[in-house]
C-alpha cells in the first residue's frame, strides 16, 4: 500500500482520486463510514481510493503538553486503511505551514492543484484549514467550483450514542475495552518492542513482554485479559497483561507487562501488538510477594476463562 505525504506531488497513477479526509486516528465505526464511502465510489467510477490522517494530530501540535491519547500509530492505520480497501494512505504532516493555510487554499492548491482530486468524503462536522474556518459548505461551493466534487457522511451511532474517538478513550480511560471494541470494531490494541526489563515477572514465575506506552493513550492502569500477535510471524497468543506504574516494585515505571499463556519462546526485540479485551482490577501492592503470586494466580485463571469464551484459544 502506498504512504503518501501531502509535502510531495502525488503520482500520476492516483491523480483523480477519491480521498476520504479526516483524522480517522482510531479508525471506529463512523470513520470507516466515511473511508467506505470514499472507497465504493471510486470503485464505481474505476479511480484510486485514497484515506487520509494527519500527523501528529493537530491538537497535539496547538497543545503540545495534553496527555498522550493516541489510539492508533501510523502503521496500525496503514494497516487498517488496506484492509478497508484503499489504494493508499495519505499523511497531512501537521506543522506550522499546514496550520496556516487558508481554507480556501487548502482546497484549491492542495486538493486540487498538487493531488488533481475528483472527490472528497467527509464525515459532516469536518474543518481545516487556518482557524478551522474550511467545512463542508466551503467542500461543496468552492470546490464544486473547481471541479472537485464532494460528499458527506453522516455520524453513526453505537451503543445508543454517537461514535466518536472522545467516547473510545473515555471507555478505555474507564477500564471499560469492551465497548472500546464495541465502537472500533476491534479491540485497543498498542503496539511495541519488547524490551529488557528488570525480570521481576521471571522471579515471579510470569515472565512477562515489557513494551512501553509510548504516544498512545492510557487505558486505565490494571490488569487485563489480552491477546498478543507477533507482527513477524503472525503467531497469536493469550494472556493477562498489567499496565500502569508497577505500585509493588521501586522505583514507579510505567509499562505495559503482558504475560502469554503456554508460551516458552524469546520475545525480546521483537514487534508484537497486544489487544484489551478485558478489565479484571486495578493495579494494587500487596503486603508481600507471596500475597502478589497468589493474586497473580487468579488473575491468570479468570483471563484464561474470559479468553475461551470469547473464543481465543
Request: net charge negative; proline share 5%.
Amino acid at each position: 500500500m502506498r504512504w503518501l505525504d501531502h509535502r510531495d506531488p502525488v503520482p500520476e497513477a492516483l491523480r483523480g482520486a477519491v480521498i476520504a479526509l479526516g483524522n480517522f486516528d482510531g479508525f471506529h465505526r463512523g470513520h470507516q463510514a466515511v473511508a467506505g464511502e470514499a472507497i465504493d465510489w471510486a470503485h464505481a467510477e474505476g479511480r484510486p481510493s485514497i484515506i487520509a490522517t494527519f500527523d501528529p494530530h493537530p491538537v497535539r501540535f496547538f497543545r503540545p503538553d495534553v496527555p498522550p491519547f493516541r489510539l492508533t500509530t501510523l502503521e496500525q492505520r496503514q494497516e487498517l486503511y488496506l484492509a478497508a480497501g484503499a489504494t493508499a494512505m495519505l499523511v497531512f504532516h501537521f506543522d506550522g505551514e499546514l496550520a496556516g493555510t487558508s481554507a480556501e487554499d487548502f482546497i484549491r492548491t492542495i486538493l486540487v492543484e498538487r493531488f488533481g482530486a475528483h472527490g472528497v468524503v467527509t464525515g459532516n462536522d469536518f474543518t481545516f484549514g487556518q482557524g478551522a474556518k474550511g467545512n463542508v459548505e466551503l467542500l461543496q461551493t468552492l470546490g464544486g467550483e473547481l471541479g472537485l466534487h464532494s460528499r458527506v457522511v453522516e455520524a453513526v451511532e453505537g451503543a445508543g450514542q454517537v461514535v466518536s474517538s472522545s467516547r473510545i478513550r473515555e471507555a478505555l480511560r474507564a477500564g471499560d475495552p469492551q465497548l472500546a471494541a464495541d465502537l472500533l470494531t476491534r479491540p485497543f490494541a498498542i503496539r511495541g518492542i519488547v524490551e529488557h526489563g528488570d525480570k521481576n515477572g521471571r522471579k515471579l514465575g510470569y515472565p512477562t513482554a515489557n513494551i512501553a506506552i509510548d504516544k498512545y493513550l492510557r487505558p486505565k492502569y490494571g490488569v487485563y485479559a489480552v491477546s498478543g500477535r507477533i507482527l513477524a510471524t503472525g503467531q497469536v497468543l493469550k494472556g493477562a497483561a498489567n499496565i500502569g506504574i508497577r505500585p509493588q516494585f521501586e522505583p514507579p515505571k510505567e509499562l505495559l507487562e503482558p504475560y502469554f499463556f503456554d508460551f516458552s519462546g524469546d520475545l525480546y526485540g521483537q514487534e508484537i501488538e497486544v489487544a484489551f479485551h478485558h478489565f479484571l482490577r486495578g493495579e494494587a501492592k500487596f503486603d508481600n510477594l507471596d500475597d502478589l503470586i497468589a493474586q497473580m494466580d487468579k488473575d491468570c485463571a479468570e483471563a484464561r476463562r474470559l479468553l475461551s469464551a470469547l473464543g481465543h484459544d
